[in-house]
């Protein structure tokens, strides 16, 4: 069990993924209106903002002001001030997620939009450490690498389906 609560918080970001999928799960089980395309659309990209954005973020701020010593042995680098940085950029990312969560169409363009630029520049950065210094550690190298990249991907999916869902709902 220690195992399994280590992977699930030291994976943080698919462990939020997979929160998310749940509650989008149990948010069309208890829907009474049709499950239509748009409806499914929405559960699956709004219970995605309020958990892989908004609460993995949240998740993220507490760790690096709060825990700055140990998310920094996490990532295989030294404690420093920027820890502070990181997490105050997250929490700023959360409460945009939070407010994306039942928001409009560009808020959520906003919610994915920056933590994408901080997502997918620290992506870089953790391919920067694995070719100079050899960083393989599990908060560089491991699942957080992987949803650096792909968390912004398929929040940039999920924008396209709800952009064209509207237009086909526009043109009827």
Known sequence: MRDTA????GNFT???????LLAS???LWRTRQPRTPAVVLEALFSYFLLFSIAFANLYNFV???????MAAAFIGWEDSPFQLEVGFASL???ALGLLA??????????AIVGPACFLWGAAGGHVYQMITTHNFAPGNAGVIFYSDV???????I??????SAARTHRLR
């Open 158 to 163: 999920f924008l396209w389906l709800q952009r």
């Open 63 to 69: 760790l690096h002001v709060f825990f700055g010593k």
């Open 92 to 94: 700023g990312f959360a």
């Open 6 to 9: 280590a992977f699930a918080l």
């Open 101 to 110: 969560f039942k928001g409009s169409f560009d808020l959520r363009l906003a």
């Open 150 to 156: 792909l968390v912004p991907i398929l929040g940039f």
């Open 25 to 27: 799960a149990t948010a």
């Open 14 to 20: 698919l462990t939020f993924f997979v929160l998310g």
